[in-house]
């Protein structure tokens, strides 16, 4: 979910905190440049433009968004017209239960509150489609339920997470032993939290890597509210590590793509970035722009 970031994502990063600089110091990231990775195209361009800069031992970490729309997980929200319980998800739970009563009580954060009191019409039909696609449990959660993603994607689509990436991971990596004969570990990421709690590694989305209990849903962002934020989740990992080890991988090119000043990461950015509405964003507008679907993260 990096590439561009929309509302929920918005809601998400502000209450992502900074991580510690130690781990930052022993390592290096190199950004992955590409051009926009279009629905139902190969995601190979994110190989070509990796394998002449990994080297042995080095960590690719990929973003879930790219690899989710290059397999065609795009549902249109405006074609979802919205339930009851859609609108009382959206125009009750998230925006005035949430954003006047649980948000200040929970201690999230408060431009979280302000943008939760401040929640579009369009969140009733996103709240259908969280329904319709992934439960009651997810549509819960105020806010970046279940890891659908609106960033780099056109009019009113939305990505859903990508479909097995572990075999993903797993492919990308063999991809790239084959042709450069170096081994590197691919992991994809979704910025959507893991949280620790009484030993427990934790997140609401529903998939993650061994080590970390997913599919949790609103449960897993109230218990979150009570824990500690230790990053992104984790996906998957082409070769399994020890899942401390790879947390802190993930946090480092989360930490990077966060601060890199060419990321746009609002939906005000974005709207800011191509003088318009998000509904009228095209995929030549969004092929316009650089993009970095991928980092390489290597100790120094």
Known sequence: MWY?????????????GDFSEDESLRY?????????????????????????????????????TPIAISQGRLVDEGKFKPSITAFILADIWSKYIWGY?????????????????????????????????????????PA????????????????????????????IAGELSRITNRNVVVIIIDTDATYELAGIKFT?????????????????YVLGRLGKLLGPTPLAISVLQDVDRTMEIAKMADKYQRKNKSNIETVYDMKKA??????DITVEMLDS??????????RK
């Open 28 to 64: 290096e990231i190199l950004p992955i440049k590409t051009r926009y990775i279009k629905p139902n195209e190969p995601y190979d361009i994110i190989i070509e433009n990796s394998k002449d800069i990994i080297k042995n031992g080095d960590f690719l970490v990929i973003s879930e």
């Open 204 to 220: 609401s989305i529903p998939q993650a890597v061994a080590g970390i209990r997913s599919n949790m849903g609103i449960f897993g």
């Open 144 to 171: 970046s339920e279940a890891g659908i993603d609106l960033s780099n994607a056109p009019g009113t689509y939305v990505s859903l997470l990508p479909k097995n990436p572990q075999k993903v991971a797993e492919d």
């Open 101 to 141: 009563i649980l948000g200040p009580l929970l201690g999230v954060k408060k431009r979280t509150i302000k943008n939760l009191r401040n929640l579009p019409q369009e969140a009733r039909s996103h709240k259908e489609v969280v329904l319709r696609c992934y439960g009651l449990k997810h549509a819960l959660k």
């Open 289 to 298: 722009v650089e993009h970095t679907p991928a980092v390489i993260v290597r």
């Open 274 to 279: 191509f003088n318009g509405e998000i509904g």
């Open 4 to 16: 561009f970031s929309n509302f929920w994502f918005n809601l998400l990063l502000n209450d992502l």
